[in-house]
């Protein structure tokens, strides 16, 4: 006669998982996506344009791009927090480039000039 033995449950080692996690996976309630960094990038672009049309001169320009970069920041920290980090994301790429770019024409004057343009 054979004896009856309870199964019990498959319990894996956990070297090789199966199955299902053993704890829920997480969504992000709002995924960075390519339309949010473009309008980030798109905005910030005619930001950083209105700003830099301001001065008379690269002093002014650079300045005006500085500090439209500052507020640029301010706005994308706020996003980051309480927003879209995608619009985020793109405000920072393109304050960066702006501000590179404005960096590099005080190089170009001051290395053309030997002057150093800013004050």
């Known amino acids: 006669m054979e004896e009856w033995v309870p ?3 498959y319990n894996p080692s956990g070297l090789f ?3 299902r996690p053993p704890r829920p996976t997480y969504r992000e309630p709002h995924p960075v996506g390519g339309a949010g ?3 980030g990038a798109v905005g910030t ?3 950083l344009v209105l700003f ?3 001065g008379g001169g ?3 320009y650079v300045w005006w791009t500085l500090i439209a970069g500052g507020l640029a920041w301010l706005a994308a920290l706020a996003l980051v927090r309480h927003g879209d980090r995608g619009v985020a994301a793109g ?3 393109v304050t960066a480039g702006g501000w590179s770019l404005a960096a590099v024409a005080v190089a170009t004057r001051w290395l053309s ?3 150093w343009p800013l004050w």
Do not use: K, N, Q
Request: charge should be negative.
């Open 91 to 93: 405000i920072a790429i």
């Open 45 to 47: 672009l005619v930001w």
């Open 37 to 39: 960094v473009a309008a």
């Open 7 to 9: 199964v019990l449950p």
């Open 113 to 115: 000039s030997g002057d």
């Open 58 to 60: 690269l002093v002014g």
């Open 17 to 19: 998982p199966s199955g």
């Open 52 to 54: 830099g049309l301001l």
